[in-house]
């Protein structure tokens, strides 16, 4: 129900009583008639300006011309509603802009996040792949080794056996001692290009196994550069697109709320109060000022229910949006982009696997299975003087053909090893924790976001 703002026109009628009734009473009827007119008019208008602060919102503005049209002085208070209504409309706007844009955001981020992980995720698979087929690899190596190492030993009793038979047997028949040893040496393979085959078949087998290592780590190498090119170009995509898109969006929030921010709407509804304050304050009668009192209590209801409204908007706001949009960053804000303890937890894993410390031993035991077979090569060498009876001429071509096949095994396996041992070091090196942590570093996308 619309209040009544009958003080003023109470007084005129009580000063219209205390004027002598004129002769004619058509007179004061007229007198009468025009107050009433006057109380009619005034309250019509009144109650129009109220209605115009009540009916104002975002999209039905123009309450400072809508009460120009009603009032001949000018009171700040119609314009400070529109200025309160088009700020919570901006507000309001921005609210579901920033929602769109912060859900937005996270789905990107997500999604570079997944893309990341998952390079991570191949680089740890790689990690133990490389880590199965080396165990394998390097077993089946030190088996083969042995094994060739077994074969040599025997070779070194069946080699003095033969030349003691040979021996004999050359005796008998009268023939050149060193054209038959020659010829035994040729038909059983042991000869610069020739192995025997209970030597050949374990040692092309370790030979094969040394081969498929140094595949195995180069594949590994591969993978591992490009699992962290893949990693490194989602890290600057990241930085390039979602995190800059973030940033830019606080400070453009920043600086909304710097001139649009709570202390502003309260500013307006202030301004609003202090004007229909002074214009009642201006008024010439006490029953004037009451009637202003009471139209001033109705439009600062209008004021204060647009104002709450502003408020409970600035409180969603700040609810949504604190420590995310709005400064200082929260750590859980800091968490979700950077995601530092989720990658801190699978890099861990990586290392935890401890490729390094693997592939460190292989290079370290590699030298001795070349030792140790070279040391039965030797061995075999050095054999040959052991057989009694044998003439020197002889003894001299076998040593010579004997050490020609030590150098051609062992040059065979340190050939296979000089290639295995770089590709080896370059896995090994790429692993190593500190280098990890340099490739896989995700410090910069916090500091974006300090």
Same mark, same amino acid.
């Given at each position: 129900?619309?209040?009544?703002?009958?003080?003023? @026109?109470?007084?005129?009628?009580e000063? %219209?009583?205390?004027?002598?009734?004129?002769?004619n009473? !058509?007179?004061?009827?007229?007198?009468?008639?025009? *107050?009433?007119?006057?109380?009619?008019?005034?309250?019509?208008?009144?109650?129009?300006?109220?209605?115009?602060?009540a &009916?104002?919102?975002?999209?039905?503005?123009?309450?400072?011309?809508?009460?120009?049209?009603?009032?001949?002085?000018?009171?700040?208070?119609?314009?400070?509603?529109?200025?309160?209504?088009?700020?919570?409309?901006?507000?309001?706007?921005?609210f579901?802009?920033?929602? +769109?844009?912060?859900?937005?955001?996270?789905s990107?981020?997500?999604?570079?996040?997944?893309d990341?992980?998952?390079?991570?995720?191949?680089?740890?698979?790689?990690?133990?792949?490389?880590?199965s087929?080396?165990?394998?690899?390097?077993?089946?190596? =030190?088996?083969?080794?042995?094994?060739? *190492?077994?074969? @040599?030993?025997?070779?070194? !009793?069946?080699?003095?056996?033969?030349?003691k038979d =040979?021996?004999?047997?050359?005796?008998?028949a009268?023939?050149?001692?060193? $054209?038959?040893?020659?010829?035994?040496?040729?038909? $059983?393979?042991?000869?610069?290009?020739?192995?025997?085959?209970?030597?050949?078949?374990?040692?092309?087998?370790?030979?094969?196994? %040394?081969?498929?290592?140094?595949?195995?780590?180069?594949?590994?190498?591969?993978?591992?550069?490009?699992?962290?090119?893949?990693?490194?170009?989602?890290?600057?995509?990241?930085?390039?697109?979602v995190?800059?898109?973030?940033? &830019?969006?606080?400070?453009?929030?920043?600086?909304?709320?710097?001139?649009?921010?709570?202390?502003?709407?309260q500013?307006?509804?202030?301004?609003?109060?202090?004007? =229909? !304050?002074?214009?009642?304050?201006?008024?010439?009668?006490?029953?004037?000022?009451? /009637?202003?009192?009471?139209?001033?209590? /109705?439009?600062?209801?209008?004021?204060?229910?647009?104002?709450?409204?502003?408020?409970?908007? +600035?409180?969603?706001?700040?609810?949504?949006?604190?420590?995310?949009?709005?400064?200082?960053?929260?750590?859980?804000? @800091?968490?979700?982009?950077a995601?530092?303890?989720?990658?801190?937890?699978?890099?861990?894993?990586?290392?935890?696997?401890?490729?390094?410390?693997?592939?460190?031993?292989?290079?370290?035991?590699?030298? $001795?299975?070349?030792?140790?077979? !070279?040391?039965?090569?030797?061995?075999?060498? $050095?054999?040959?003087?052991?057989v +009694?009876?044998?003439p020197?001429?002889?003894?001299?071509?076998?040593?010579?053909?004997?050490?020609?096949?030590?150098e051609?095994?062992?040059?065979?396996?340190?050939?296979?090893?000089?290639?295995?041992?770089?590709?080896?070091?370059?896995?090994?090196?790429?692993?190593?924790?500190?280098?990890?942590?340099?490739?896989?570093?995700?410090?910069?996308?916090?500091?974006?976001?300090?």
């Amino acid at each position: 129900m619309a209040t009544t703002y009958g003080f003023r @026109i109470s007084e005129l009628n009580e000063l %219209l009583a205390q004027v002598p009734a004129a002769a004619n009473d !058509d007179i004061n009827q007229r007198f009468t008639a025009v *107050i009433k007119q006057y109380a009619d008019f005034r309250q019509s208008a009144m109650n129009d300006l109220v209605d115009f602060m009540a &009916k104002a919102s975002a999209t039905n503005l123009g309450t400072q011309s809508k009460w120009q049209s009603r009032i001949a002085s000018k009171v700040p208070t119609s314009q400070r509603m529109d200025d309160l209504l088009q700020h919570q409309d901006n507000l309001s706007k921005l609210f579901g802009a920033l929602q +769109d844009t912060w859900t937005f955001l996270l789905s990107e981020n997500d999604h570079v996040k997944t893309d990341e992980m998952r390079a991570v995720q191949d680089l740890d698979k790689m990690a133990q792949e490389i880590l199965s087929e080396m165990d394998d690899y390097w077993s089946k190596t =030190l088996d083969y080794s042995q094994r060739t *190492i077994d074969a @040599i030993n025997r070779e070194i !009793d069946y080699l003095k056996t033969a030349l003691k038979d =040979l021996l004999g047997r050359a005796a008998e028949a009268g023939a050149a001692l060193v $054209e038959i040893v020659k010829k035994w040496f040729i038909d $059983e393979n042991i000869k610069p290009d020739g192995t025997p085959s209970d030597i050949d078949d374990p040692a092309k087998a370790a030979l094969e196994h %040394l081969k498929l290592m140094a595949e195995a780590a180069a594949e590994g190498a591969r993978k591992y550069r490009e699992a962290i090119k893949s990693y490194q170009d989602l890290v600057i995509r990241q930085k390039g697109s979602v995190l800059t898109m973030f940033n &830019k969006t606080r400070q453009d929030v920043d600086q909304f709320l710097r001139s649009n921010g709570i202390g502003q709407a309260q500013a307006y509804l202030d301004q609003a109060k202090a004007g =229909l !304050d002074s214009w009642i304050s201006g008024l010439p009668t006490s029953c004037q000022r009451d /009637d202003g009192a009471a139209f001033r209590n /109705d439009v600062n209801q209008k004021l204060d229910i647009v104002f709450k409204r502003t408020k409970d908007l +600035d409180d969603q706001f700040k609810a949504k949006f604190q420590g995310a949009l709005l400064s200082p960053l929260s750590n859980e804000t @800091i968490e979700t982009l950077a995601q530092h303890n989720l990658f801190k937890e699978q890099f861990d894993k990586i290392k935890d696997r401890d490729l390094p410390r693997k592939l460190r031993e292989i290079e370290e035991k590699l030298p $001795e299975q070349v030792i140790k077979i !070279d040391d039965r090569m030797r061995e075999m060498v $050095e054999s040959v003087p052991d057989v +009694d009876g044998i003439p020197d001429d002889v003894r001299d071509m076998a040593k010579s053909m004997t050490g020609d096949f030590r150098e051609y095994l062992r040059n065979r396996i340190k050939t296979q090893i000089d290639s295995l041992l770089p590709i080896i070091d370059e896995l090994k090196n790429q692993m190593i924790p500190s280098n990890l942590d340099a490739d896989l570093n995700r410090q910069e996308l916090e500091s974006m976001l300090n």
